[in-house]
């Protein structure tokens, strides 16, 4: 039996380009527009919950669009994130209404945030039942993504993934969101650390 892992699909986000499986387009953005508004109109798609989302959980949601598109991925498939930065960004829009000059308290800055959310809403859409798992790490990891994978496929709990970087904080975008899969597709690559960092660094 064939054990290897492939990534049949990827997408980098970081600031305003997007890269998807190879095709590159520099993002503009209206005036006052968001960047992830802006791929969402892109995208065409509509999920009445997209507007609740904190940043985080937006890019995360765009990025699994994307690279889900046509994969054909299977209801078992596991969520294997990471980031840097956690809900800090969020996090930090809340202190700004807590503070003594502007103190209006507003809970509903975190109805839709963390990594709950994000996996979660990526699950329903999808109808994923598989297992999932949210890192933080100091940078882009591909050896613990990896590790966490393989852990997986040892157990027998999964045999598809959808890993994200999803990286947020203030100003700075900086994801990655692959589609893995034990069967491989026309333009897959096999699973290393070399390959999974090399996209990172497209």
């Known amino acids: 039996m064939n ?6 699909s990827f997408v980098r986000i970081k600031q305003n380009k997007l ?6 387009q520099q993002i503009e953005c209206a005036e006052n527009e968001s960047l992830s508004k802006t791929i969402y109109k892109k995208l065409g798609t ?8 904190d940043s985080m959980c937006k890019f995360g949601f765009l990025a699994a669009e994307l690279a889900l598109n046509n994969q054909n991925a299977d209801k078992n498939c596991s969520l294997i994130f990471a980031n840097k ?3 800090l960004d969020t996090d930090f829009e809340y202190s700004k209404t807590i503070q003594k000059e502007n103190f209006v ?20 859409k999808h109808k994923f039942v598989g297992e999932n798992i949210f890192l933080v790490a100091e940078k882009f990891d591909a050896e613990m993504l990896i590790k966490a994978i393989k852990t997986q496929t040892t157990l027998d709990k999964a045999n598809s993934f959808l890993i994200e970087w999803i990286e947020v904080f203030e100003d700075s975008v900086d994801v990655l969101a692959c589609y893995l899969s ?12 070399e390959n999974l960092l090399n996209l990172y660094n497209k």
């Not at 054990?3 to 049949?8: A, E, K, M, S």
């Not at 509509?46 to 989302?53: A, C, E, Q, V």
């Open 46 to 53: 509509s999920y009445p919950k997209f507007y609740k989302m």
């Open 182 to 193: 034990q069967k491989p597709t026309e333009n897959s690559v096999i699973l290393n650390p």
């Open 105 to 124: 308290p507003s809970p509903s800055v975190f109805v839709y945030t963390l990594a709950n959310i994000v996996m979660g809403e990526i699950s329903i």
């Open 3 to 8: 054990n290897n892992i492939y990534i049949n």
């Open 19 to 24: 890269n998807n499986n190879g095709a590159v």
């Open 85 to 87: 930065s956690a809900s």
